[in-house]
């Protein structure tokens, strides 16, 4: 079997794969760039919609979910968005910011894709796609056996995602790679996914599915403000997304449906009113939510006829949604992999293992997990650049 001798090999042509290996071939580096499938960056092309939300304004390592918190500082200093939307601005490529920092891409995510590949072939990386990994072996050097033969390398650098929608690809290849040369892992969860309930318990409100309200979301000491979107099984949008990746299973969430009113003092105000709760409510709420609110959490009556204890209750429920999720929706629809490779045995500074020289994981594969915004690809770029500076 033929075998082929380069500096680098990048297993995984995503995100952070790309990143590295511009960064490294440009140092002088030989790098191939290995994938299993036949299409470049699929997860770049789906993200945002196809408009690819490629950073975010505020990335900071409070964005970030790890049990090693401040591993991501390092990387994230030395490559900024700034630095990311430079490589825009040289491809001319144009871009808009949404809410919250989010930037998107105006052409959608085709143009970073091209871009990246541009950058890499400019700088004389290597691709060798589709091509599966039989096999990893370490003697004084990384020998990858593939149907197309050897690779023998000094650096092996693994790129591989997470478990996170597998319908495009993903693998738990990066973790086997962990496994086989004992590196540590964390535990793994779906992470910026969907939250399921019991479905009899969810029965009143599965036919809300398609509403959608602006509320705070809270588990613990985390919470966040955006969209929540009724589904037939349970709820998601940006807010539900987002408190997922905290979510403790068997533990409730709590709600504020109405984060701007103060509900007690508006009834306060409205005791003398004729008017029936549900129409009531649906002023500051979608119309069957309202009904939902006013016929299953208490009594559709007039509000001059409701005693105060009963609007006081209700106002507390509004503010205070306790809901309790069965589960996810699983990898499938979740956006990422909460958890991965041990980040205590990863150089913070070149992302390289500790007890394995030569041995680099970055992206998605690390247990580093952004939050829902343009966080997971500005750790993909940053990590993906720091490794390509050390391979």
């Avoid at 709760?277 to 979608?286: C, E, S, T, V, W």
């Avoid at 996810?328 to 045995?345: F, I, P």
Wanted: overall charge neutral; glycine content about 8%; hydrophobic content about 40%.
């Amino acid at each position: 079997m033929k075998e082929h001798r380069s500096d680098v090999l990048i297993v995984g042509a995503g995100a952070a794969g790309m990143m590295c290996a511009l960064t490294a071939a440009r140092r002088g580096r030989s790098v191939t760039l290995l994938d299993h499938a036949a299409k470049l960056a699929e997860k770049i092309r789906i993200s945002g919609g196809g408009r690819c939300n490629f950073t975010n304004l505020n990335a900071g390592p409070e964005n970030y979910i790890s049990q090693n918190p401040h591993f991501c500082r390092s990387a994230l200093a030395r490559f900024t968005p700034q630095h990311f939307i430079a490589m825009l601005a040289k491809h001319g490529i144009a871009y808009h910011e949404k809410t919250l920092g989010q930037l998107f891409c105006d052409d959608g995510s085709e143009a970073i894709i091209a871009m990246l590949k541009v950058e890499c072939d400019a700088a004389g990386v290597r691709w060798v796609m589709p091509c599966s990994v039989e096999k990893i072996e370490r003697s004084d050097a990384f020998q990858v056996t593939t149907p197309r033969g050897t690779y023998r390398v000094a650096s092996l650098v693994i790129a591989t995602g997470g478990l996170s929608i597998p319908k495009i690809g993903a693998t738990p290849f990066g973790y086997k790679v962990a496994e086989q040369f004992g590196v540590p892992m964390t535990k793994l969860n779906p992470g910026l996914v969907p939250l399921t309930f019991h479905p009899e318990e969810w029965a009143p409100y599965a036919d809300l599915s398609g509403a959608s309200q602006e509320a705070v979301v809270s588990f613990g000491k985390h919470s966040f403000r955006e969209n929540l979107l009724f589904t037939h099984r349970g709820l998601s949008g940006p807010a539900i997304l987002q408190i997922s990746s905290y979510w403790e299973p068997g533990k409730p969430l709590s709600i504020d449906l109405l984060p701007d009113l103060d509900l007690r003092d508006i009834f306060t105000q409205h005791r003398s009113s004729k008017m029936l709760l549900d129409n009531f409510l649906a002023q500051y709420l979608p119309k069957r939510l309202a009904e939902i609110v006013a016929t299953q959490w208490t009594q559709n009556r007039p509000l001059n006829q409701c005693s105060e204890k009963e609007l006081r209750t209700l106002a507390d429920s509004l503010k205070n949604w306790q809901v309790t999720p069965t589960g996810t929706l699983g990898y499938s629809k979740a956006e990422v992999t909460c958890g991965g490779v041990d980040t205590h045995a990863l150089s913070s500074k070149t992302m390289e293992c500790l007890d394995v020289p030569g041995l680099y994981f970055i992206g998605e594969v690390t247990d580093v997990t952004g939050q829902l915004g343009g966080y997971n690809f500005q750790w993909a770029w940053a990590s993906g650049y720091a490794a390509g500076q050390a391979v």
